[in-house]
């Protein structure tokens, strides 16, 4: 899993018809403390993320375990929304 920031939707209308119904969110690796890191991609949401949100990515044969994405062709989802994050009894990500 890693840590990725929203910045962005993907609309498309010609695509697999696996991917239908699937909301496309453009995402950034983050560090934690909250530093964008590597280039954008796009990532099928499974959690009902939204621009802005920092959020927990799955890549691979791990992103097509979910509910939503078992069989769909993608190598990136959404799993998960963060509300904080703490290392070293340091709170370095409080969602406002």
Request: negative net charge.
């Amino acid at each position: 899993m890693l840590i990725a920031r929203v910045v962005g939707s993907a609309v498309s209308t010609a695509k697999d018809e696996r991917l239908r119904g699937a909301k496309l969110l453009v995402v950034q690796p983050a560090t934690v403390s909250d530093e964008r890191t590597g280039e954008p991609f796009i990532a099928v949401d499974t959690v009902g993320a939204g621009e802005g949100e920092l959020v927990i990515v799955v890549r691979g044969s791990a992103a097509r375990q979910t509910a939503h994405t078992e069989g769909v062709p993608t190598d990136a989802a959404i799993v998960g929304i963060l509300d904080s994050l703490e290392v070293d009894h340091d709170v370095s990500y409080r969602k406002s």
